[in-house]
């Protein structure tokens, strides 16, 4: 069975500072990697996609990368904003998705 | 375009009780999933649906059942409901594409079984 991490769990920063999310999942057959927002109480809204033949995709400020023979993802967000503040999540997509428990962000003004 | 809506977004049930949650796209998406979303779990599949008709287990598929008749409504039932139900529920819909499959989500139910 596929298992998706995230480290860390949490992470505060300042604004303004460039920060980097961790992804890795065990089982390298996949389709593509997808990264979430989610607010407090909210749904989760799709960020970044990467297909599996990818090595990365950019959308603004963010930026995924994508290594999937070492089963690993980031999520690299530049100067930082209180708007910022929210949970990501990572999911996999091989015969179902498989998502990672989140890392809360929380950025300082 | 309303994208994912769920009905209810908030529910008390006693222990027993049966109830339906409604996930409605308008998107024309063929699939269709429901998830429960813990603290500390993470998202889990309960069941999916890949067009109208179909229906598939997840990875958590006890306590729960499911029914597309129409392609855009996905429905989830609790026949009796268990405290260890108390989750907060999510619909999602997803596309194809030359990019892989993207998957939109609903604003959720939270359901509290006492």
């Known amino acids: 069975k596929q298992e998706v991490t995230q480290i860390p769990a949490a992470l505060s920063v300042p604004e303004g500072e460039n920060l980097v999310l961790n992804c890795s999942f065990t089982?390298?057959?996949?389709?593509?990697l997808q990264w979430f927002r989610q607010d407090p109480g909210k749904g989760l809204t799709s960020l970044l996609l990467i297909q599996s033949s990818q090595r990365e995709q950019t959308s603004g400020r963010l930026n995924a990368s994508l290594d999937k023979s070492s089963g690993r993802s980031t999520l690299y967000i530049a100067a930082s904003q209180p708007g910022d503040s929210a949970t990501y999540l990572c999911a996999v997509s091989g015969n179902q998705f498989y998502f990672g428990t989140g890392t809360s962000l929380t950025v300082i003004p | 375009n309303a994208g994912v809506t769920q009905t209810p977004k908030f529910r008390v049930l006693k222990t027993g009780q049966s109830m339906t949650l409604l996930c409605a796209q308008d998107m024309n998406h063929e699939y269709m999933y429901w998830y429960r979303q813990d603290p500390g779990m993470g998202l889990r599949l309960i069941h999916y649906s890949v067009g109208e008709g179909t229906t598939a287990k997840g990875e958590v598929p006890d306590g729960y059942n499911v029914s597309r008749l129409k392609k855009q409504n996905f429905l989830l039932g609790l026949e009796s409901a268990a405290p260890s139900q108390t989750s907060v529920y999510f619909c999602?819909?997803?596309?194809?594409?030359?990019?892989?499959?993207?998957?939109?989500f609903g604003p959720g139910t939270r359901l509290l079984v006492l």
């Open positions: 999602a819909s997803s596309q194809w594409d030359r990019g892989g499959e993207t998957q939109y």
């Open positions: 089982d390298s057959a996949i389709y593509n």
